[in-house]
């Protein structure tokens, strides 16, 4: 990574650690990958931070279980369509929850793209996202009454 | 008022494998809600305990006319976590099959729109015809039409065989021929023009919000590419532009489409040319080093990512695919509120969206 390719990433990650102060921890992995992880009483400040600074839209929301570490963690991915220096960047705004209770504020008003991609986290790993407009299931059929099917305790049989 | 709900599926010609619930007032929409997941196997969970070879064929296969860049989103965070660099012939191999594969999916996307949701037989006939002489080159290629699993990490599989690049530069020779003809009948086509043009209409700040991706957020005006904006592969040596228009509506996003094909010819024909002498793959270890990555791609349907984190045994952690048709939903229901229902086929297949790819 060059210090030319990297000034714009490490502008934004000079930017965002200004505005959301020692409560995140900011990083740049490398050129165009940028990482930020915030407390859940951050995670709406956070967005709506990033969303003026350009971020406009979501490219993906993912949510992953690290059990060991007894926690759920949902990234947002996000990228810009109106910035033309930040087209190439994907910022991952990382929120970290608890596992025995998952939840945090929805993002759809911050983020409109987010609106099927935390309908999926939700069913998959159980996130509860506070304020969602339609927070029903998405992809498993309506009669599943497991446990969320992405959480590593759902084992399959077949393939264990 | 008295309103009217209609299920529009889930069986399958006209609105893929899902269903759309409308709720009409005489034959305006009042609102849709698309209703997926009628082909969800789990794909991600399965991947989980396969070891990351395995996933490939099972991977690639949500989407069957776009396999190749599904594989190449796929190994493309392994590599970036690894460590292992492609080696440039390695690189441009997988680019001929990545356009080959978009002009065969684009002819099939405008085939369907043009051909099976508005009536006109003969663009069906058209696309899929010439569609099969690109499947013919990619059965060349990888030794299957559709499903290549052609691309492991490191690399590709095969190097290209004897007589490939004549008959490359032959088969794009001919379906430039035909685009004039497709032109002639399709695109100067009143009766055509006079479908889709002005029918959900997506201006730019709405397609922004939504966050849509490829032909659909290009049709309103967002010149955007992965290609161009975070070039992989060999996007950085090869001169092509990026097709845009500012209409948004489903003529646009079908134009964008046809235009493509243009470029990827263009693509296609400075590839096989400037085509290094060299490796095609590197040694790349069955394992998934500790770490995650991101990929990102753009596929026909718009950019592809896949978001793998690695606890560096063989089987990877968590694999996220987010793929351009599941982006594309948010547009679905937003276009079609407020449209009469028999404009909804035209909406739907502007949209070129494949249901498979987006329920995983």
């Not at chain 1, 714009?8 to 930017?15: C, K, M, P, R, S």
């Not at chain 1, 921890?25 to 400040?45: H, L, T």
């Not at chain 1, 407009?133 to 049989?157: A, C, E, S, T, V």
């Not at chain 2, 012939?89 to 369907?112: D, F, P, Q, V």
Request: charged share 25%.
């Amino acid at each position: 990574m060059t210090a030319e390719h990297s000034a714009i990433e490490l502008d934004i990650a000079a930017i965002v650690r200004e505005q959301l102060g020692n409560a995140t921890q900011v990083k740049v992995d490398r050129k165009g990958r940028v990482s930020v992880i915030v407390p859940r009483e951050f995670a709406r400040d956070a967005a709506v931070g990033l969303q003026r600074l350009g971020f406009d839209h979501a490219i993906a929301v993912s949510g992953v279980d690290y059990r060991s570490e007894k926690r759920i963690e949902v990234v947002y991915f996000l990228s810009s369509y109106s910035r033309d220096d930040l087209t190439h960047v994907v910022l991952s705004l990382k929120v970290q929850l608890d596992r025995e209770n998952p939840s945090m504020p929805t993002l759809t008003a911050v983020w409109e793209s987010v609106n099927f991609f935390e309908r999926e986290a939700y069913e998959m790993f159980g996130v509860n996202f506070e304020g969602h407009p339609n927070l029903q299931k998405l992809l498993l059929q309506d009669n599943w009454d497991g446990p969320p099917p992405m959480r590593k305790d759902l084992k399959i049989p077949e393939l264990a | 008022m008295s309103t009217l709900d209609l299920n529009v599926g889930p069986q399958h010609p006209g609105s893929g494998h899902m269903r759309i619930m409308v709720r009409t007032d005489g034959d305006l929409i009042v609102e849709a809600t698309p209703d997926i997941g009628y082909v969800h196997r789990g794909c991600e969970k399965i991947a989980e305990s396969r070891n990351i070879i395995k996933n490939i064929p099972m991977l690639c296969r949500p989407n069957i006319a776009d396999d190749s860049h599904l594989n190449w989103s796929y190994v493309a965070p392994i590599e970036e976590l690894q460590g292992v660099e492609v080696p440039e012939r390695g690189r441009y191999i997988r680019t001929i099959l990545c356009e080959i594969n978009r002009i065969a999916s684009h002819l099939y996307g405008m085939s369907i729109m043009a051909g099976i949701f508005s009536g006109h037989t003969t663009m069906y006939m058209f696309g899929f015809g010439d569609r099969e002489l690109l499947l013919d080159l990619a059965e060349m290629l990888t030794g299957a039409r559709l499903t290549f699993s052609f691309f492991v990490p490191g690399g590709v599989r095969r190097d290209l065989p004897k007589g490939f690049k004549e008959k490359l530069l032959e088969t794009l020779d001919h379906i430039e021929r035909r685009l004039p003809a497709i032109d002639r009948i399709f695109v100067s086509n009143p009766v055509f023009i006079e479908r889709a043009r002005g029918v959900g209409i997506l201006r730019r700040e709405h397609a922004i919000r939504l966050g849509v991706v490829g032909p659909v957020v290009r049709g309103s005006g967002v010149r955007c590419d992965v290609r161009k904006d975070a070039p992989y592969g060999v996007y950085d040596n090869v001169d092509f532009e990026i097709p845009a228009l500012k209409e948004g509506d489903s003529l646009s996003r079908w134009l964008v489409r046809f235009e493509e094909i243009k470029q990827s010819i263009s693509i296609l024909r400075q590839v096989i040319r400037d085509i290094p002498k060299g490796p095609i793959a590197r040694k790349s270890p069955i394992v998934v080093p500790k770490g995650e990555a991101i990929s990102r791609i753009e596929s026909s349907r718009g950019e592809i990512n896949h978001y793998i984190v690695g606890d560096g045994s063989d089987k990877p952690y968590r694999v996220k695919m987010n793929t351009g048709s599941f982006k594309n939903l948010s547009a679905l229901p937003f276009l079609l509120k407020g449209a009469r229902i028999g404009d909804m086929p035209i909406i739907y297949g502007s949209l070129d969206y494949w249901p498979v790819e987006a329920d995983r």
